[in-house]
């Protein structure tokens, strides 16, 4: 009998969810490799600032520290010296943090994931800002939630958590005041929904005053580990290096060993080798003195992109400048501008952008879009801000009804 060959096999379908999910994310970082493309889309540090010596140093002490057991399968929780860096960093008068409130991650992005992991069935209802972060959006869509807007100013409905980014929001680069913050805590605490603070840009700050976390605001002095709502998320992807993939999740012990329970079945544990390194990392401070370099040239390019903007785009657009983080997220003056539809025009004018789209939940077409900065040098930036205005004029030109 003839072997079928393998266009007449019929293989069984993937999963349901995957009809729903696309490849947004892959498409825009690939964006970063087009010849001749200057990529305002990715989200993405700029590598020439990677300490790549600290991290060398840090690789031959992990080494010489460890030994083989940096090279062994590790705790899936994490290692309990890193785990207790983690929680000795982040500990206040009032906040007592211990090992048992920490568990380590592949990235604060397997945090985002293990959450809806541990805690949603389909069905379940996230609550998150309207636009959200488009990473937890694809994180959660295997398990089928059902989203609602958070109210900043009332009641919460009936869910399992609430997400926010209160530091220089993905995508809209949104600081919430502490007023904010207390309030979400108030609803929180009201309404017994865990509160997930995902704060990987917070060390960014260009401008203006530190806001005090929402894992920090809710403590309740006292010396035993802290038991509250809040699950605080960190990362050294945007102080060291994504590469690493190190990044923590915070909270209750209870919140901690149902991650630490979902995520035996994902990774078995992050990297030891990487946990071993971003431990020599972080206790020579190499992130934290790392950050005033980080700071002052993101500055610097935060401030190119918004006067080429001032000067090239301020009739279509507005935005806000924004005090730290990654991304200006700029609305059209006119409402019916499709930014899905003027991706085409700038990828033909040599530049790329995310449109708004992709971060909403219900995935409604939008009239904003995300510009990154931290990515490219001033001078490409202007250039690709030049390139934006001209998509946008054609793209005008050619489509007058949605203009
Ligand atoms: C809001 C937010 N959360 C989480 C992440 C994931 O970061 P990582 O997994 O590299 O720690 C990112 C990355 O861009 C982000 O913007």
New binding site residues.
Partial sequence: MPIPCDSAMRRPEFAAWMKQGNDITQQFLSFGNRPGLIALSG?LPAPELYPVEDVQKAVHRALDKHGSSALAYGAVEGLSALREAVAQRLSTDRLSLKAENVLITT????A?ELIGKALIDPGDVILADYPT?L??LDAWLPRQPTYGELPHGGPWPEAKFAYV?PNF??PTGAVLSVGARAALLAQSSESGIWLVE?D??GELRYDGVVQPSLLAIGAESGSTAYDGAVVH?G???KTIA?GL?V?WAVGSSEMIRALSQAKQGSDLSTSTFCQAVALELIRADADRRHVPTLVNTYRERRDALCAAAQENLSDLFEWSIPEGGMFVWMSARQPGLDTNALLSFALKEGVSFVPGSVFDPRGHVSPSLRLNFTANPPELLQEGVRRLSRAVRDYAAQRPAAE
Avoid: E, H, M
Wanted: proline share 9%; net charge neutral; glycine share 18%.
């Fill in positions: 989200g990235g604060s992005l397997q985002v972060y990473g937890a980014v929001s993905n995902d990987p840009y998320l990362t050294l992807s994504p993939r990044g």
